[in-house]
């Protein structure tokens, strides 16, 4: 559906929605003001996010769901009978009157009393005619004290609205009653019996969780102590020594694989030493350990000073000079010397190296008797320290449990889980909406159901509202459409066409009756049977328009009331004369050309229905109306066949075989789409291929600009030819 057909429906209907909208607007005014004023109070509680300090003892203390799993449960646990049964009793809410009934309670007492004495008296009269009384189903018991107080806090979770918001620890807690006071008061002692509650709950908690802690440390601390015993006892019988640094075996162990580790370095650096002095003195060089000496580096230097003076003597003198052999001969024994010293200093790294050599032989022993030492007593130290292991594990054990005894002990002066942010105070004005807002409300509410409902009623009945739509779904032409001329105006059209005959009406029927010879197939279309699927949809007046408007531009026309059950045309151009009937010339009781009427105005003839047949079908397939029907042809340029509605009777396929063509005549948003196609389809098939269409009643504003003529000139009543009625 298009928003314009969307918006001219609703425009048609505007009367019944401003109805809707001002009767459910009065009514919610009047139920709003009738219903009892009502207060309410909101006080605002948040739950604190501390975690539990014991984690053992979760499942005893439950006050651990994290995040807004646990506001909700906190909130559940304000919607508890038994806190609202402690808030009720607190503030007496048993004890109040009963309330008044409502409105609308008022209005069915009466007639739920009178039900109830019928099936009393009805019970009284079963229990005379069986003996015995039969017990009524749902007869209630008055109420007893003990019931005043389930009433109340029924009465009490009914008015009770508890809120919580997504990622946020705050719940709202709100309360309904019919007094300021009480609103707020319920709201404060449901906030604070719930954090008294809690917090008698944690210290009930804390301390069962004491006393199973501290027995739980006692058995802890006498097996840690028998542990320790255990220990003590094996390493007494063993032998095992202990140090800080640990047993004895491993330490002496430790201390001779470090000698020996010295030992091996010292002996490293003196073979080094000696091995660098061997070479030096092979070479004739100083080597490291030689340099260190003074006497070798004070030789070293009167060598060097020694060598330079021979060599610039050889230069300036012969080798027989005494100068320069003398200065030779020193250089000779400053060497000796150096030699003699470096044999020394060679002779005293040898007595180092032997020395390390058997410091190494001392250490490498002892490190032999200790690891034989410690091999004996492995045994007994793996032992040990398994010993020792169990008594660690049991000494952590109960290091943790003391612990948590203690952070037990600290968590009963810790505060509540939750506190009142906010307290509840007496409203001063009622809550809800004011009844002017409520009428608002509802006068939308059924413009919006009522629109709804005309809406969804047109998409249900599938009406059809385009002439598109119409081709689509019978895939026939359509020659036209004519405009809907209003309520109380029905004989308006037949008229119109002669008061107006350049009006877009009667151009549009000109233009209707030519596309008619094109529908028959190129032939002369001089009988049109103009029918519809139902009653209503305007082809008695589509048919006397046509026949009428062609009349009066001077054709030879002839309007046949075939519809004998239910007549139409006598609207339009009066009832026929007793005895001058279809029905009396079908049945030979008067002559065609007597029966036939002549309208004054257009010259057309018509021949009309007294509805005095009481089997029209069978008139209609007489052999006296094919006959009728032929000599209509041959005497008349157009014969205009009025017949009843397709889906009602059969007479229309009957008819449609005396037709050239077939003008189906489709009501605007009122022919049903599923119907017209079922019309179609009952007609003859040979008989399909020379249907038009026509849509009727159409509103102005929708019409069709391909099948409807403005008209051009300017209207007036023509001057009309009359024909003479027709003679044998």
């Known amino acids: 559906m298009r928003l314009t057909d969307l918006l001219s429906l609703l425009w048609r209907r505007k009367l019944m929605l401003a109805l809707s909208v001002v009767v459910a607007g009065?009514?919610?005014?009047?139920?709003?003001?009738?219903?009892?004023?009502?207060?309410?109070?909101?006080?605002?509680?948040?739950?604190?996010?501390?975690?539990?300090?014991?984690?053992?003892l979760n499942q005893m203390a439950a006050l651990n769901a994290p995040g807004p799993q646990r506001v909700r449960t906190e909130a559940d646990i304000l919607r508890s009978r038994q806190l609202a049964e402690e808030v009720a009793r607190s503030l007496g809410l048993d004890q109040q009157p009963d309330e008044a009934p409502g409105m609308m309670a008022a209005l069915l007492t009466p007639v739920t009393a009178w039900v109830h004495g019928a099936v009393t008296s009805l019970n009284a009269w079963a229990g005379e005619v069986l003996g015995t009384s039969v017990p009524l189903e749902g007869e209630a018991e008055p109420a007893r004290p003990t019931d005043r107080i389930g009433v109340a806090v029924e009465k009490l979770q009914h008015n009770l609205e508890i809120r919580t918001t997504e990622n946020s620890n705050v719940v709202a807690v709100r309360y309904f009653a019919d007094s300021p006071k009480e609103a707020a008061d319920v709201v404060n002692t449901l906030m604070d019996r719930y954090i008294s509650q809690e917090v008698m709950a944690k210290r009930d908690t804390t301390l069962q969780a004491n006393v199973w802690l501290t027995e739980r440390l006692n058995?802890?601390?006498?097996?840690?102590?028998?542990?320790?015993?255990?220990?003590?006892d094996y390493r007494r019988q063993s032998g095992l020594l202990e140090t800080a640094q640990g047993a004895v075996s491993s330490v002496q162990v430790s201390e001779q694989q470090g000698r020996v580790a010295v030992s091996r370095q010292e002996l490293s650096r003196a073979q080094a030493a000696l091995d660098s002095a061997l070479r030096s003195g092979q070479r004739g060089n100083a080597a490291s350990e030689t340099l260190g000496s003074p006497v070798i580096q004070s030789l070293r230097d009167r060598e060097a000073e020694i060598g330079a003076r021979a060599a610039s003597?050889?230069?300036?003198?012969?080798?027989?000079?005494?100068?320069?052999?003398?200065?030779?001969?020193?250089?000779?024994?400053?060497?000796?010397?150096?030699?003699?010293?470096?044999?020394?200093?060679?002779?005293?790294?040898?007595?180092?190296?032997?020395?390390?050599?058997?410091?190494?032989?001392?250490?490498?022993?002892?490190?032999?008797?200790?690891?034989?030492?410690?091999?004996?007593?492995?045994?007994?130290?793996?032992?040990?320290?398994?010993?020792?292991?169990?008594?660690?594990?049991?000494?952590?054990?109960?290091?943790?449990?003391?612990?948590?005894?203690?952070?037990?002990?600290?968590?009963?002066?810790?505060?509540?889980?939750?506190?009142?942010?906010?307290?509840?105070?007496?409203?001063?004005?009622?809550?809800?909406?004011?009844?002017s807002v409520v009428a608002a409300f509802t006068g939308f509410a059924a413009l919006f159901?009522?629109?709804?409902?005309?809406?969804?009623?047109?998409?249900?009945?599938?009406?059809?509202?385009?002439?598109?739509?119409?081709?689509?779904?019978?895939?026939?032409?359509n020659v036209g459409s004519l405009p809907a001329l209003g309520r109380g105006r029905k004989n308006r059209m037949p008229a119109m066409v002669l008061d107006q005959g350049q009006s877009g009406i009667a151009e549009t029927l000109r233009a209707l009756r030519l596309s008619m010879q094109a529908v028959a197939g190129g032939g002369p279309a001089n009988t049109v049977l103009v029918t519809s699927s139902e009653a209503g949809d305007g082809k008695s007046t589509v048919a006397a328009s046509l026949a009428r408007l062609s009349a009066a531009d001077g054709l030879r026309v002839l309007l046949i009331e075939t519809d004998m059950r239910r007549p139409q045309l006598s609207s339009y151009f009066g009832a026929p004369p007793p005895g001058r009937s279809i029905e009396a010339v079908l049945s030979g009781e008067t002559r065609f050309e007597d029966a036939v009427q002549v309208d004054e105005r257009s010259g057309l003839h018509v021949l009309l229905s007294d509805r005095s047949s009481s089997n029209p079908q069978a008139l209609i397939e007489s052999r006296q109306f094919a006959e009728l029907v032929s000599r209509a042809r041959r005497e008349y340029r157009l014969v205009v066949l009025d017949s009843p509605p397709i889906m009602r009777v059969a007479d229309a396929v009957v008819l449609s075989q005396h037709s050239d063509a077939v003008l189906f005549a489709v009501g605007w948003e009122r022919a049903s789409r599923t119907v017209v196609v079922e019309a179609m389809r009952r007609l003859p098939r040979a008989m399909r291929a020379r249907v038009a269409t026509v849509m009727t009643r159409v509103r102005p504003g929708r019409l069709d600009p391909l099948g409807y003529y403005e008209g051009y000139a300017k209207s007036g009543a023509p001057d009309l030819k009359r024909l003479p009625a027709p003679t044998a």
């Open 313 to 435: 003597l050889a230069q300036r003198l012969g080798s027989r000079h005494p100068d320069r052999l003398a200065a030779e001969a020193e250089l000779r024994d400053v060497r000796r010397q150096i030699g003699a010293e470096i044999g020394k200093i060679v002779s005293s790294l040898r007595r180092d190296v032997d020395a390390a050599r058997d410091r190494l032989a001392d250490a490498q022993a002892a490190l032999d008797s200790s690891i034989r030492t410690a091999r004996t007593g492995a045994t007994a130290e793996v032992g040990l320290m398994q010993l020792q292991r169990e008594a660690d594990a049991r000494r952590q054990i109960y290091q943790a449990f003391l612990t948590r005894a203690e952070q037990t002990r600290l968590a009963s002066a810790q505060f509540p889980m939750a506190r009142v942010i906010s307290p509840a105070v007496a409203p001063f004005r009622p809550s809800g909406p004011p009844a």
């Open 26 to 56: 009065l009514l919610g005014f009047v139920v709003t003001k009738s219903l009892p004023d009502r207060f309410a109070s909101e006080g605002l509680l948040l739950v604190e996010s501390r975690e539990q300090a014991i984690p053992e």
């Open 219 to 232: 058995a802890l601390r006498e097996e840690v102590e028998a542990a320790d015993r255990k220990v003590q």
């Open 449 to 477: 159901l009522v629109g709804g409902f005309l809406v969804l009623r047109r998409l249900m009945h599938g009406t059809i509202n385009s002439v598109q739509d119409l081709v689509t779904i019978t895939g026939v032409q």
